[in-house]
C-alpha cells in the first residue's frame, strides 16, 4: 500500500495542475491541528509553498479554546462549545470560507483540493503516504493496538472530514512511522526470539518521520546536494524528542522504537530503560503494568527527574537557582542521552556530514544545543558559540566553525508542509482531486 517515493518532496513528480489548495489536519487525542497550504511543482522545487492559514482546537465540550490565525493577521481566540472532530472539523470549515479569514483562492468549500492527514502509525503496512481509501482505513485500525493513544484519533479525524466534506474531495494519510521503512533488519529488529516478530510484528518503527524527512530535505536543498550523497543525524527536540540517522538520504536507523516510549529522554518520557524495570516498579509499587507504562511515558523523563516541569525553558530557570539540582540533573541527563545516540550512529554510519537540530528545544533552546555540541569535539564537531547565540527562530543556520568535519546545522521544521506536498503528489493534479 504505497503511492509516492520514500523521500517524496526530494525528487518532485512534474504536473501540469494549477495551485493546490490543501487542507492540513493533525486530530491528536483532546486536540485538532490544522492548516491551509497552497503547493505546486513550481512552489515545491522552490520552498516557497504558502501557509494560508493555521488554527488549534483544544477539545473541551463548553470551555473548547479555538486559536485561528489568517496569513498577515492576528490571531483570533474565542471559547465555544465543540464536544467533538465533526464539531471541531465543521467550525474550522465554517471560519475558512468566512470574511473574517479572507483567505485568498478559497471563498467556498469547491476551492478545498484535498485533505492531508497525519497518522502516527503505519506499522509495515505503509511506506509511504496513501490515498484513502477503505482499505487504507482498515490497514490503520489493524495498527491500533501498536498505537492505542494515536490511530484512534488519527482515524476520527479522517472519518469527520470526510463526512463534512464529502466524497468528492480526496484524502491522503501520511504516516510519521513511512519514512523509517527504509531501515535496515540490523537496525529495526529486536533481540527476541524471532517468532515474536513473525506473528506480531514487534520491531521498531520509529516515529517523527515527517519531521526529520522535512529537515533532510532542507539539508539536502541548502547544501545543493543529491539524496544519496546525504550522512546526517537528524535530532527532532521537543516535548517528544528522536534521533534520526539518515545514510545516503535514507533512515538508516532512529531511537524510537515500537512506540515513541523508546530512545532519547523527553517531556514526561523514560525513553531508554532495562526492560526488567516494569516489572520491578509494577511489584515495589503495587502497580500494574498498565499503570507502570503510563507512569513511563507521563511522569517521567525532565519532568519525573527534576520534579519540577517539562518545559525546558522553566528548566532553564531553575537550574540557575539555589535549588536547581534536580532541575540541572535532569538537563544532563537530556543532554548526555542525544550525544549518545549521535556517537552510536556517527559509529554505525560510518561517519556523518552534520547533526541538524528541530523542533521546540532543538530550535529555540540556545544553552540545550551549546551543552550536546561542547561534548561532541572528538568527532570533528567545533561549535560557533556566535552564530549559535545569534541563530533567530525560523532560521535555516550552521552553528559550527569552518574547520569542522562534524557540521551542527539549525533548520526549523514544517511537518504540516510535509504533509501538503505528499498530498499533492498523490492526489497528482487539482482535476483528478475534483474527479
Given at each position: 500500500?504505497?503511492?509516492?517515493p520514500?523521500f517524496?518532496?526530494m525528487?518532485v513528480?512534474?504536473?501540469?495542475t494549477?495551485?493546490m489548495?490543501?487542507?492540513?489536519l493533525n486530530c491528536?487525542s483532546s486536540?485538532?491541528k ?8 513550481k512552489?515545491?522545487?522552490s ?5 494560508l492559514a493555521?488554527g ?11 486559536t485561528?490565525q489568517?496569513?498577515g493577521?492576528?490571531q483570533?481566540k ?5 464536544g467533538?472532530?465533526?464539531?471541531a472539523?465543521?467550525?474550522i ?14 471563498r ?10 497525519r ?19 482498515a ?5 491500533i ?5 494515536h490511530?484512534?484519533?488519527?482515524l ?7 463526512d463534512v466534506l464529502?466524497?468528492s474531495v ?7 512511522t513511512?519514512f523509517?521503512?527504509?531501515?535496515p533488519?540490523?537496525?529495526y529488529?529486536?533481540?527476541?526470539p ?5 506473528k506480531?510484528?514487534?520491531?521498531r518503527?520509529?516515529f517523527h518521520g515527517?519531521?526529520?524527512r ?6 539536502m536543498k ?5 539524496a ?20 545516503n ?5 532512529t531511537s524510537?522504537g515500537?512506540?515513541p516510549?523508546?530512545g532519547?529522554v523527553?517531556?514526561?518520557r523514560?525513553?531508554?530503560v ?6 520491578f ?9 498498565t499503570?507502570?507504562?503510563s ?5 517521567s523523563?525532565?519532568?519525573?527527574v527534576s520534579g519540577h516541569?517539562?518545559d525546558?525553558?522553566e528548566?532553564l530557570?531553575?537550574?540557575?537557582s539555589?535549588?536547581g539540582h534536580r ?15 549521535v556517537g552510536?550512529y556517527?559509529?554505525d ?5 552534520a ?5 521546540g ?13 561542547e561534548?561532541l ?7 560557533d558559540d556566535?552564530?549559535n ?6 532560521e535555516?543556520v ?6 569542522s568535519?562534524?557540521?551542527a ?5 514544517n ?9 499533492y503528489?498523490v492526489?497528482g493534479s487539482?482535476?483528478?482531486?475534483r474527479?
Amino acid at each position: 500500500m504505497t503511492s509516492t517515493p520514500a523521500f517524496a518532496g526530494m525528487t518532485v513528480k512534474s504536473y501540469n495542475t494549477d495551485i493546490m489548495n490543501v487542507l492540513v489536519l493533525n486530530c491528536g487525542s483532546s486536540s485538532v491541528k490544522f492548516q491551509i497550504v497552497q503547493t505546486d511543482d513550481k512552489l515545491i522545487s522552490s520552498d516557497a509553498d504558502r501557509c494560508l492559514a493555521r488554527g488549534l482546537i483544544e477539545l473541551a465540550g463548553d470551555k473548547t479554546k479555538v486559536t485561528f490565525q489568517a496569513e498577515g493577521k492576528p490571531q483570533s481566540k474565542e471559547t465555544v462549545p465543540l464536544g467533538d472532530y465533526h464539531a471541531a472539523i465543521e467550525h474550522i470549515l465554517k471560519w475558512i470560507v468566512s470574511p473574517q479569514a479572507s483567505l485568498p483562492g478559497v471563498r467556498a468549500l469547491s476551492d478545498l483540493h484535498a485533505v492531508g492527514h497525519r497518522v502516527v502509525h503505519g506499522g509495515e503496512k505503509f511506506q509511504a503516504s496513501a490515498l484513502i481509501d477503505k482499505a487504507v482505513i482498515a490497514a490503520i485500525e489493524e495498527c491500533i493496538d501498536i498505537a492505542p493513544l494515536h490511530n484512534p484519533p488519527n482515524l476520527k479525524g479522517i472519518r469527520a472530514a470526510q463526512d463534512v466534506l464529502g466524497p468528492s474531495v480526496p484524502h491522503v494519510a501520511v504516516f510519521d512511522t513511512a519514512f523509517h521503512a527504509t531501515m535496515p533488519e540490523s537496525s529495526y529488529l529486536y533481540a527476541i526470539p524471532y517468532g515474536l516478530y513473525e506473528k506480531h510484528r514487534i520491531r521498531r518503527y520509529g516515529f517523527h518521520g515527517t519531521s526529520h524527512r522535512y529537515v533532510a530535505w532542507h539539508y539536502m536543498k541548502a547544501q545543493n546536494i543529491a539524496a544519496e550523497k546525504m550522512n546526517i543525524i537528524t535530532l527532532h527536540l521537543g516535548n517528544g524528542c528522536s534521533a534520526c540517522a539518515i545514510k545516503n538520504g535514507k533512515s538508516f536507523n532512529t531511537s524510537m522504537g515500537l512506540t515513541p516510549l523508546e530512545g532519547l529522554v523527553m517531556g514526561t518520557r523514560s525513553g531508554d530503560v532495562d526492560p526488567s524495570l516494569l516489572a520491578f516498579i509494577a511489584a515495589k509499587e503495587k502497580l500494574s503494568i498498565t499503570e507502570v507504562d503510563s507512569l513511563l511515558n507521563k511522569k517521567s523523563g525532565l519532568l519525573g527527574v527534576s520534579g519540577h516541569s517539562n518545559d525546558m525553558r522553566e528548566l532553564l530557570a531553575k537550574e540557575a537557582s539555589a535549588d536547581g539540582h534536580r532541575a540541572k540533573l535532569a538537563l544532563d541527563l537530556f543532554c548526555a542521552r542525544v550525544r549518545q545516540y549521535v556517537g552510536a550512529y556517527f559509529a554505525d554510519m560510518g561517519g556523518a556530514d552534520a547533526i541538524v537540530f528541530t523542533g521546540g528545544i532543538g530550535e529555540r533552546a540556545t544553552p540545550i544545543r551549546k551543552r550536546i555540541c561542547e561534548g561532541l569535539s572528538s568527532l570533528g564537531l567545533h561549535l560557533d558559540d556566535s552564530a549559535n547565540e545569534k541563530a533567530a527562530p525560523g532560521e535555516c543556520v550552521r552553528i559550527t566553525r569552518q574547520d569542522s568535519r562534524l557540521h551542527a546545522w539549525i533548520i526549523p521544521t514544517n511537518e504540516e508542509l510535509m504533509i501538503a506536498r505528499d498530498t499533492y503528489e498523490v492526489v497528482g493534479s487539482k482535476s483528478a482531486a475534483r474527479a
